[in-house]
């Protein structure tokens, strides 16, 4: 029989024997909703501290081990109290859900707005948050490469957007294949 046999058995019969009692003794402790999780992460310290558990009477530092766990938890859980009390002092930032609200041009916010979402992220990137393309890389999970490509790609998309907007230059007159056309 290999060790790793040997332990698997092992916490598998400790298991069974604490399992009852570790989880009357999470219930009186914490919300019904929270035993189970608190369970599995109190069986999995004992997975990884197996060698440390004794073999005579082991459900008292199990026990401990759930104690800890309990504590972590509440902890935890005040912690996140104390945060959702500072963020709800902070004045609410104001979220700009369509792109285009966040710019002035409105030519450049419609030709962004014509753009495939992803070429809109890579170009906020790299013009709002000023990345360079081994940052964007990085923030996308990919490589400096790709996002140069892409990046190249994304601008000249918008450039062509943009050109395809622009309305004919103050004082010109238009030709007259122009003016045939248009009658």
């Given at each position: 029989?290999?060790?790793?046999t040997?332990?698997?058995?092992?916490?598998?019969s400790?298991?069974?024997?604490?399992y009852?009692?570790?989880?009357?003794?999470?219930?009186?402790r914490?919300?019904?909703?929270?035993?189970?999780?608190?369970?599995?992460?109190?069986?999995?310290?004992?997975?990884?501290?197996?060698?440390?558990?004794?073999?005579?009477?082991?459900?008292?530092?199990?026990?401990?081990?759930?104690?800890?766990?309990?504590?972590?938890?509440?902890?935890?859980?005040?912690?996140?109290?104390?945060?959702?009390?500072?963020?709800?002092?902070?004045?609410?930032?104001?979220?700009?859900?369509?792109?285009?609200?966040?710019?002035?041009?409105?030519?450049?916010?419609?030709?962004?707005?014509?753009?495939?979402?992803?070429?809109?992220?890579?170009?906020?990137?790299?013009?709002?948050?000023?990345?360079?393309?081994?940052?964007?890389?990085?923030?996308?999970?990919?490589?400096?490469?790709?996002v140069?490509?892409?990046?190249?790609?994304?601008?000249?998309?918008?450039?062509?957007?943009?050109?395809?907007?622009?309305?004919?230059?103050?004082?010109?007159?238009?030709?007259?294949?122009?003016?045939?056309?248009?009658?």
């Open positions: 029989m290999s060790s790793g040997e332990r698997r058995d092992r916490f598998e400790l298991a069974a024997e604490v009852e009692p570790l989880q009357r003794y999470l219930r009186r914490v919300a019904t909703d929270d035993v189970a999780d608190l369970l599995n992460e109190t069986l999995t310290v004992i997975w990884r501290r197996l060698d440390d558990v004794p073999t005579e009477a082991p459900l008292a530092w199990c026990y401990a081990v759930a104690r800890r766990v309990v504590s972590n938890h509440r902890r935890s859980a005040q912690r996140r109290i104390r945060l959702i009390g500072r963020l709800e002092a902070e004045p609410a930032p104001h979220v700009i859900l369509d792109p285009a609200e966040a710019l002035s041009d409105p030519e450049l916010a419609a030709a962004l707005v014509e753009l495939s979402p992803a070429d809109q992220e890579i170009l906020r990137l790299w013009a709002w948050e000023q990345l360079e393309p081994r940052e964007i890389a990085q923030a996308l999970g990919s490589t400096p490469n790709a140069s490509l892409r990046l190249g790609r994304a601008r000249k998309k918008l450039a062509d957007a943009l050109s395809r907007q622009d309305p004919p230059a103050a004082g010109h007159k238009p030709d007259r294949h122009t003016e045939e056309h248009q009658r």
